[in-house]
Structures are given as C-alpha cells and as structure tokens.
C-alpha cells in the first residue's frame, strides 16, 4: 500500500510538472509573438528619414563629382543652383560657405554630433561624403591611400590643366597658340598617365571609387581638350564603364538645362567669370 501511494505520490507530481512545463512553454509562446510585433513597430516608428543635404551647384566637371557621389551613396539632397556666369558665386550668404567662391559645396544638417557642417572643395567634399557612408573611400589606410593619390592627383592636375585648355581653347578673346599648346600637350601627358594606370586594373585605385568620380568629368571633355581618345584605349575603356553606371547618368545630367543660354563669349560673362581680383573684406 505504500509503494502504491509512493508510486502515485512520484506520477503525480511529475504529471504536476509536465503540466507546468507545458503551460510555461505554452504562455512563452503566446507573449512572444505580440512582443515581437511592438518591438517591431516601436523601432520602426523611431527610425527618421535622413535629412537632405543642401548641395550648391553648376553643372560642370567639378560640380559633377558631388552630384555622382550623391546619387551612387543615394542620399537625399537639395539642388542649389549657383549661376556662375551672373556671379551668384560672390554673394555673401554662399562666401559664408565657401569662402573661395567656388562650387560646389554642401551643407549636411546631420553633420557630426548630429549637427550641421558646410564643406567647400570638391575633393573635401568627396572625403567627407566617403567616412559619412563608408562607400566608395576605403577604410584601411593602403586603401584610403591609394584612393587619396589619385584624387589629389585629378585635384592638381586633370581639372587645372584640362581647364587652362578650355580656357584657351574655347573661350580666351584672342588665339594665343604657345598657351593652347602648352596645356593641350600636358593634358595628353596626363591622359598617358591615366591610360597607364588603367591597362591592368578596371578603375584607378583598383575598385570603382571618389576617385573616379572626380576625373569622369573632366576627361568626359577629350574632344574639347584637343585629345584623342582612341591613342589611349584602356582610359577609354575606363571612360565608357564609369560612365555607363546609371548614378553617373545621373549626376552628369544633373541641371544641364540651367547652361543653355549661358554664352560663354559674352564679355560680361567673361568680366564675371575671368576677370576677378581680390576682394575688399
């Protein structure tokens, strides 16, 4: 008689504890379900759409470098159109931007520490773009490196030289041949540079980068710079793949609309555009 009622005593509280099991299992199973729903919604409720960046442009080679680098890093952001040729770009609210008068610049609302920051300088600007995102500018530093060379390299090389050609080219009042041929000449050795660079890698610092972004403007111009593209097969090749990226399309065609009236031989055009000196603070 007591080994029976033990027996029960034992199947009893183990059927107690099978029970208990099962409805812990059972109540986990039905909380969970409704917890993970808010949990979802609370998120989903505290995430905020980025605050556009303010993007003050003209659509031109360097202009074009900020415009690509917004549309591949598909940031939202303000188009500002600066007028150049009627001098928007000496206003005091842009100096206060850029105090060299020059596009592009930007202002980013959600700068660091959640504040705001304007940057002038295009190669600035690109870098800036890159930590921000942590796309298209290598985190390790022989990758961030060899991104930097070849931005630097278009910063004081490609985009000075190949502007002195349209300078001269295009747009100076009177032919002067030695000035023509002088930046014509340093522009195809520049070209020759990059057509090296290029016969055993896709983009210029190995994987598509800022870099690229801003020489794509300038050497989209060969033609007005006096080149020809075919002696350089492999920048051509380049030329063709960065540009057939649907942000590029993109950014390259940012505002086209606003030059077209623009006559770039008209001397107050000219006064405004090549004509300025230092001025008085």
């Known amino acids: 008689m007591a080994r029976g009622k033990a027996k029960r005593a034992v ?47 003209w659509p031109t080679p360097n202009g074009f470098k900020i415009s690509i680098m917004l549309e591949e890093c598909g940031l939202p952001y303000n188009l500002i159109p600066v007028n ?28 660091p520490g959640g ?19 942590g796309k298209f500018y290598p985190a390790d530093e022989r990758g961030r490196v060899e991104v930097d060379q070849w931005l630097f390299w278009q910063m004081g090389g490609l985009g000075p030289m190949a502007g002195q050609v349209h300078h001269f080219k295009n747009y100076a009042v009177e032919t002067l041949t ?23 890698r896709e983009f210029l610092a190995g994987k598509y ?16 710079q006096g080149q020809d593209i075919s002696e350089f097969p492999y920048l051509e090749r380049w030329l063709e793949t960065v540009k057939a990226r649907p942000a590029v399309k993109r950014g390259m065609s940012l505002g086209l609309e606003l030059r077209q009236n623009v006559d770039m031989k008209d001397p107050n055009v000219q006064a405004v555009l090549f004509g300025q000196r230092a001025r008085a603070s």
Not at 41 to 47: D, E, L, N
Not at 85 to 108: T, W
Not at 209 to 224: P, T
């Open 11 to 57: 199947k009893s509280k183990a059927g107690a504890k099978g029970r208990a099991a099962k409805s812990k299992k059972s109540a986990v199973k039905r909380s969970a379900k409704p917890a993970s729903r808010s949990a979802v919604k609370s998120v989903t409720k505290r995430v905020k759409p980025a605050k556009p960046i303010d993007l003050y442009y």
């Open 115 to 133: 504040k705001p920051i304007s940057i002038f300088e295009s190669g600035a600007i690109l870098q800036y773009l890159g930590r921000k995102t």
């Open 178 to 200: 030695y000035a023509i041929n002088r930046y014509v000449n340093e522009v195809n050795r520049l070209y020759g540079v990059m057509n090296k660079q290029l016969k055993d």
């Open 209 to 224: 980068s800022i870099a690229d972004m801003a020489c794509v403007g300038w050497a989209n111009g060969w033609e007005r």
């Open 84 to 111: 150049i040729s009627k001098g928007e770009q000496f206003k005091p609210d842009f100096l206060a931007i850029s105090p060299n008068n020059r596009m592009p610049a930007i202002v980013d609302p959600d700068g």
